[in-house]
């Protein structure tokens, strides 16, 4: 059974420029979760998609968004990029959220702003 | 807001060593919780997780964790560490009724010395 898949695993971005992150969750699940995993900050929680719909945003600014699409594949952008966006993102699918489901982790994307 | 806490930042044990990482959660409410580890350039695995019943856990590679609900804490222990258990250590919780997200601590990261 395959895992999570996210691509790229790196990417390099210019200040100002705009990125896309793209997650593909184990077969069957219906939630994908974004996470930004920085030094010391451990993850912080992005936003989460369950069919489609986004069930809840963690508080990030609106530079940051997201969706999913019917086979629940799940995509991310960031827009206007600034240094500070320099992390780890993480990607996680499950059956569902709660209700005694677990979250699979992809590798990541590391993405590094100069 | 929820919240989770990991008592120590950084934590150096020598080999055959017992281990403890504190973790403290602010819910309300029925929980789901988990420890996670991240080895260095790997991708978060789950260790462990609790639902409900016996409240003290077994996870993989002999950890294991206690949940005390009077005290809202699920830490994680071992009785003795290895040089392999180098790594980053994530406390996680959710609501079982999936209605937040799930909530990570910032990590423990514990250094094993021969």
């Known amino acids: 059974k395959a895992g999570v898949t996210q691509t790229p695993r790196y990417l390099i971005k210019t200040r100002g420029q705009q990125v896309t992150l793209s997650c593909s969750p184990i077969s069957g699940h219906r939630s994908v979760s974004w996470y930004q995993q920085t030094p010391g900050q451990g993850l912080q929680f992005l936003f989460e998609?369950?069919?489609?719909?986004?069930?809840n945003k963690g508080n990030f600014p609106g530079r940051f968004s997201g969706r999913q699409f019917s086979n629940s594949r799940s995509e991310m952008n960031v827009s206007t990029l600034e240094l500070g966006d320099s992390a780890l993102y993480l990607c996680?699918?499950?059956?569902?959220?709660?209700?005694?489901?677990?979250?699979?982790f992809g590798q990541g994307t590391r993405l590094t702003v100069v | 807001a929820q919240s989770v806490s990991q008592h120590n930042h950084h934590v150096i044990l020598s080999e055959a060593a017992s281990l403890e990482l504190g973790c403290n959660y602010s819910?309300?409410?029925?929980?789901?919780l988990f420890w996670y580890v991240q080895y260095p350039g790997q991708h978060l695995q789950l260790l462990l997780k609790?639902?409900?019943?016996?409240?003290l856990v077994k996870g993989i590679k002999g950890f294991e964790a206690e949940f005390i609900k009077s005290k809202f804490s699920f830490n994680l222990r071992k009785p003795s560490v290895q040089w392999s258990d180098t790594a980053e250590y994530f406390c996680a919780v959710i609501l079982y009724s999936g209605n937040t997200p799930l909530v990570f601590g910032k990590g423990t990261r514990l250094s094993v010395i021969a």
């Open positions: 996680a699918s499950s059956v569902g959220q709660g209700m005694n489901t677990e979250a699979f």
């Open positions: 819910y309300g409410g029925t929980v789901n």
């Open positions: 609790y639902f409900s019943g016996d409240p």
């Open positions: 998609y369950f069919s489609e719909t986004q069930r």
